[in-house]
């Protein structure tokens, strides 16, 4: 069975740093991209940055270029999102996701993990 387990979430000042990050269990992601994606309240989840399998090349929403970054350690079957200089809308609850097959859409999600940025 496919699991994603994020971890790293928490209460934060604007302008501050948290580090999240989702291990995947049940297979090895290690080739297919991976994503992180956020819902905050009253809003539709919303797409914030991906890492190809190949390559490794990035990806992400205008919203969070230049402050975000996404990583992988495929030893470790991990994806991680260094976020900084927060701000108070990156308020949200932070999603990691996985797909079936190479290039097919994300089916595989965590339980989430919230981020709270205080102002």
């Known amino acids: 069975q496919v699991q994603l387990v994020e971890a790293g979430g928490g209460l934060v000042q604007a302008g501050g740093s948290l580090r999240l990050s989702c291990v995947a269990s049940?297979?090895?992601?290690?080739?297919?991209?991976m994503g992180w994606f956020r819902q905050a309240p009253g809003k539709e989840r919303e797409f914030v940055a991906e890492?190809?399998?190949?390559?490794?090349?990035?990806y992400y929403a205008d919203s969070v270029k230049g402050r975000f970054t996404i990583s992988r350690d495929n030893v470790k079957n991990t994806v991680y999102l260094q976020m900084n200089r927060l701000k108070p809308e990156d308020t949200a609850v932070y999603y990691c996701?996985?797909?079936?097959?190479?290039?097919?859409?994300?089916?595989?999600w965590g339980q989430g993990t919230q981020v709270t940025v205080s102002s």
């Open positions: 996701a996985g797909p079936q097959v190479r290039g097919g859409p994300y089916v595989y």
């Open positions: 890492i190809r399998g190949i390559g490794g090349s990035t």
């Open positions: 049940g297979r090895t992601f290690s080739s297919y991209a």
